[in-house]
């Protein structure tokens, strides 16, 4: 994914409009995302995921770890063989499916974000002392970012693993380092662009103090590229998580985490699809939203691609 | 160009120090004392634990310790595994063309469809076939390369009966392996059929990993023709009577693929991790499949080891790609 | 029979129901050996139009025309194939921009010899040598090593006698040259139409000459039209519309030359810009910007008629003295 993301030079508002108000930033770039069907879908189905995850207490037919002894792998409802109380089936120990892909969402979705925020708060910390300080500071951190990013983030994220033991926060801290050092670039590139624009050099006259000057003055103008990057990397988070515990190092069973609940399923690929079918589909499902909408904010909030 | 050379040369050996002070300090972190565990719940007495001590270095200081770490990488000793006791190295050398086969393979099976797809899109700008792909592409970009491989088992293995489920060869045949690359060492034995049995394992594992890959090229492809079809040059070259096959081949293509080989080059850590999963599901006798059972065993100089080489090969392709690209690109060949 | 006829071509963009006509219903032809100049602002339409020439119009663009006959050749009715063969060879065509007309990726030699390539065939030794010919015609110091040179180590200037050199290299019978000087230095531009004009001379070719510099085409050219949004406003020899422009835009478009501002405190202008997609006036395409308009041309377009022996687009063409014609009140400046 894009770490040059050009940084938006604060976007000099629409100068050349020649009649009306101009449109408040926030609704034009509404209008933009809203152009963009993909983009749109996209929203929807985070939205749907949202509430499923939110309300998964109440909505889930069964408890997600609840083995019902005397349906072992049933077929889906519209399958020869179906249990008619369980809609997806049910898996080898009798859970239900369905309640545990509700469930699944719940995690997936808490995983997402709170992997990104965590990273997203390092990463903007870094980055901004980085571009802010300058010097061997700045060269010092990037470089440790350049050392990360040498690995493949899968195989960083299995190394970090490997030393904190499995486990599903252990995953997510794993994932939240291997981001790191995307946000740390993106906010340094955009803080020393900013850097030199007249407004911050203004309030330094005016007394503002470093951290002031950082977080208060410098930092809402480099945003548009973090929330892109950030929405990207909720899917990536998302499908890291969901791999680390298909390989038995993230989420641990009963925990009805998708990529574990594949992990379990594997050795039926031959005899019930539906076990491998749904949860997979879900990570795809909820990936590709989350893709739809980073790419979908990223043409909406870059000012190059507008008209 | 030698400037060129000696430039990337250069911005690499900070990050390759780096790379490796990383990977030793990977192992000091671990939470216990890496001699009780290495000898598990046997236990040691106090010399036994001293003699251990003494023979890992752990006595030492900690930059002695690394020292000693960065003199055993550069002649090629990366430790010995704590299971198997075989220098990590070794290991390491007999399971790598196994990797390298199947990201080959993965690779050539990306650029052969995103490429030709990316440029058909392009062309056919805002048809059903660019929307097609474009689908394709983001849905490939998003899969989870595991379940796409259950998947593909599940259909084509199990459902179908048309490839194998596991493994690089059917146990009909033993190769005595020559080059390790399981499709060359069949085409050079006497066996007959091993080599259709070898291309027949292979099918499955390409198409998992290479999907990924596949779906970036795709996309890569068609933004940058579309940006290449705009140029004045390509309609100078359409004024010179040239047939519409010759300017996108010739023409654009070429100037396409400049930014295409990049990210082609920035596929090899996207395989190197795929690898880690296809490997698992498919019981590929490879780097990642070894990786994940030393994980599982924890195996640490074998972790260690693993990574240190995977990304020293990620750094080296890395440096190629650039390489490449100076000599793809006019512009930057000449740049002194 | 005249070597390009054109009659009332026209080029449309956008939707089917509302179009947008970047080219109007425009006539001319050009002969062997003459030079026809094209004169208008940018957004005029005069590259569309030669584009259409070339049959270099994409999908989205339409292209209707009476006529469009090279040499007696349908060129809008012929098959593809065919026309390629014309285009590049009979029919050659220079870009604006030297420094993006060529292929970075391809050295000076491949992409000369591309055309002789397809166009004529022969061996790959002949090929270089009519190469090296080219390149000593164009006036390419040193040529021999030039041959081997990419795009990125040449100068503007010689990228354009490269370009030319290009377009020449199939011996064409009409070169289109649009905006051949624009891109560069003030003085390459005369050296380069020097050498266009030696070129058009030598080998009895026809040139269409494309450029928004009056002054440039009217030493050039024998014939100019004058092209403003899409139509053609003004058509004549090349002397007489300068000494005597009939149309208003003619006339502001001299008064604006920096040699005509003589005594004046500062350049003379013509105030607005050329109506693009959206902002068409309903009556004729000038009259925001002209001096002279009134009512009626607010009200409708003019048409082409003959005035004096010239084709002009306006109501009230103007006299010997540059006052409208058919104004009662007359002056309404």
Redesign the interface.
Known sequence: MSENTTPSAAPAANVAEPMGAPPSPLRETWDYFRKNRGAYVGLIVIAIILFLALTAQWIAPYDPIAQDRTAFLKPPIWMDGADPRYILGTDAVGRDILSRLIHGAQLSVSIGVFVVILSMIAGIVLGMVAGYFRGWVEVGIMRLMDIMLALPSLIMALAIVAILGPGLENAMLAIAIVQLPHYVRLTRASVVSELNKEYVIASQIAGAGHVRQMFVNILPNCMAPLIVQGTLGISSAILDAAALGFLGLGAQPPLPEWGTMLSEAREFVGSAWWVITFPGLCILVTVLAFNLMGDGLRDALDPKMKR | MLGFLFRRLGDII??FF??T??VFF?IR??PGDPILMLAGERGVDAARYAELQAQYGFDQPIIVQYFDYLMGVFQGDLGKSFVTKKPVLDEFLVLFPATVELGLTGILFAVCFGVPFGVLAAINRGKWIDHLTMSVS??G????I???A??L??FFS?TLGWTP?SGRLSVMYYIEPTTGFMLIDTLLSDEKGAFISALRHMILPTIALGTIPMAVIARMTRSSMLEVLG???I?????????PL?VIMV?AL??AL?PVITVIGLQV??L??GA??TE??FSWPGIGKW??EA??R?D?PT?QGG?LM??FL??GVNLIVDLLYGV????IR?KR | MALLEVKNLTVEFGSEDKPFRAVDSVSYSIDRGEVLGIVGESGSGKSVSSLAVMGLIDFPGRVTADALTFDGQDLLGMPAKRRREITGKDIAMIFQDPMSALNPCFTVEAQIMEALKVHEGGSKKQRRERTLELLNQVGIPDPKSRMTAYPHQLSGGMSQRIVIAMAIACKPRLLIADEPTTALDVTIQAQIIDLLLKLQEDSDMGLLLITHDLALVSEAANRIQVMYAGQLFESGPADSIFSAPRHPYTQALLEALPERSEGHDRLRTIPGVVPGQYDRPAGCLLAPRCRYANESCVAARPEVSDFNGRDVRCFYPLNDQGQPTGLNTGGTV
């Open positions: 900070p990050t780096g790379v002070l990383l990977l972190l671990i983001l849905t970009y998003s899969m989870p595991f379940w796409w259950l998947l088992i599940m199990t489920v140029e004045e040059y309609r100078v070259a359409r004024a010179k009577g040239l047939s010759r023409h070429r100037n400049i850590g996207v190197l991790a880690i999963l698992t599901i990786i994940i994980m599982n924890r640490y972790i990574i995977i990304a990620v750094m793809v690109n006019p512009r000449h």
